[in-house]
Every structure is written in structure tokens, then in C-alpha cells.
T-cell receptor, first 117, second 111 residues
Framework: DAGVIQSPRHEVTEMGQEVTLRCKPI?????LFWYRQTMMRGLELLIY????????DSGMPEDRFSAKMPNASFSTLKIQPSEPRDSAVYFC???????????????FGPGTRLTVL | KQEVTQIPAALSVPEGENLVLNCSFT??????LQWFRQDPGKGLTSLLL?????REQTSGRLNASLDKSSGRSTLYIAASQPGDSATYLC??????????FGAGTRLFVKA
């Protein structure tokens, strides 16, 4: 398996523009997580899905952020409009929960480095 | 609200030394605790996962312990190598599997 795939790897945009980050989880995993990492705040959970359904979005900073998971193999995180303070590395992670301990492990993608000018 | 603290924030040791990284959490009602490694500019790699009913896990030169009642975990690295240089993050998952990360310990192993 190729692991968790994220695109793009780097994104530079101007303030006010819409940004869409994409994630393909590991096949067979039924949970998906979006995180944001900054120097100031560390790694923060934004939202997570279980079986394509959003379970907890309390970490989403504001209404400018939205996430969707239309099917088990694809998720998007959208920021509209983007602001300079949104600059960060955004990680997607997936997990397969089937009762075994090994499947509780979260597997992270390589991240998308977002810079908003 | 769960809070996760990692001490020390940074650590520099000579190659070959055994070392301990510490993680503490405020709410003992956790589902599991996981240790990750992050190399600069990279994603996170899972090292060890300890379920709440377990007390330790081992993988090669790594050993992680969990004392849920006191809200503490340690990651022990034996015979450290320059390739171990990275940031190590502790993460706890509680009800609903919400995961909270510590700020990490930045480790540098000198050759």
C-alpha cells in the first residue's frame, strides 16, 4: 500500500483565495483525521471522520474551514477565504479499527505545507 | 480538558547513551497512548502504541511504559544512534478517539 496520500505537497496562495487540500487514506481504513501543525500551537486535531461521517469537528478554527469525505477513499479540507494565519502544515491520517490493537495506530500522510501571503 | 506535556522540550546526548523521554497527561480516562517520531519536514511515524489496559510495549531498542493512574508515560531509547535524531511526540486518545498531542521532545544524538 502506498500509505496515506496528500496533495498538493506545497501550496502558496494569496489571502482571500480558496484552498483545497486532498487526502486519500489507506485502503480499508475507516477513520480519517485532519491535523494542523504550527510552531506556536503544535499539532492540533481539526476534524475526524468515522465511516465517512464527521464525528468531531470541534477543532475546526472557524467557518472558513470545511471538510468533506464523500467516500471511503477521499477527503478534502477547504479554506475559504484563506488568511495568512492559516499558514501551517496540514496532515491527514487514517486508522483502521477492527478490534485488533495494531489497527488503532494512526498512519500519517506527508502533509501539505500551506503558505498564505 | 485533556492536556499532554512532554519533558524535556529538547535533549542532546552523545551516541550510545540510554535516554528517557517523558510524557504526562491530565485526564487518566484514556483509550490508548501512542509515541510518534517526526523527522524535519516529514510526517509522523508511529513507534509504539499502548492500550489503556497495558503497561508497556517494546520494539527493538524502544520501550514505552504507561502508568495510567498517575498520568505518565516514558519512552526509553537504548544505545542511542545519530539516526535517532528527530522530534518525538506523545499522543493520547480518549473517548470518541479524539487524539491530543504533546508539543514533542526534540532529540539530537551526537556522533
Amino acid at each position: 500500500d502506498a500509505g496515506v496520500i496528500q496533495s498538493p505537497r506545497h501550496e502558496v496562495t494569496e489571502m482571500g483565495q480558496e484552498v483545497t487540500l486532498r487526502c486519500k487514506p489507506i485502503s480499508g481504513h475507516n477513520s480519517l483525521f485532519w491535523y494542523r501543525q504550527t510552531m506556536m500551537r503544535g499539532l492540533e486535531l481539526l476534524i475526524y471522520f468515522n465511516n465517512n461521517v464527521p464525528i468531531d469537528d470541534s477543532g475546526m478554527p472557524e467557518d472558513r474551514f470545511s471538510a468533506k469525505m464523500p467516500n471511503a477513499s477521499f477527503s478534502t479540507l477547504k479554506i475559504q477565504p484563506s488568511e495568512p494565519r492559516d499558514s501551517a502544515v496540514y496532515f491527514c491520517a487514517s486508522r483502521g479499527l477492527a478490534g485488533g490493537t495494531s489497527t488503532d495506530t494512526q498512519y500519517f500522510g506527508p502533509g501539505t505545507r500551506l503558505t498564505v501571503l | 480538558k485533556q492536556e499532554v506535556t512532554q519533558i524535556p522540550a529538547a535533549l542532546s546526548v552523545p551516541e550510545g547513551e540510554n535516554l528517557v523521554l517523558n510524557c504526562s497527561f491530565t485526564d487518566s480516562a484514556i483509550y490508548n497512548l501512542q509515541w510518534f517520531r517526526q523527522d524535519p519536514g516529514k510526517g509522523l511515524t508511529s513507534l509504539l502504541l499502548i492500550q489503556s489496559s497495558q503497561r508497556e510495549q517494546t520494539s527493538g531498542r524502544l520501550n514505552a511504559s504507561l502508568d495510567k493512574s498517575s498520568g505518565r508515560s516514558t519512552l526509553y531509547i537504548a544505545a542511542s544512534q545519530p539516526g535517532d535524531s528527530a522530534t518525538y511526540l506523545c499522543a493520547v486518545s480518549g473517548g470518541g478517539f479524539k487524539t491530543i498531542f504533546g508539543a514533542g521532545t526534540r532529540l539530537f544524538v551526537k556522533a
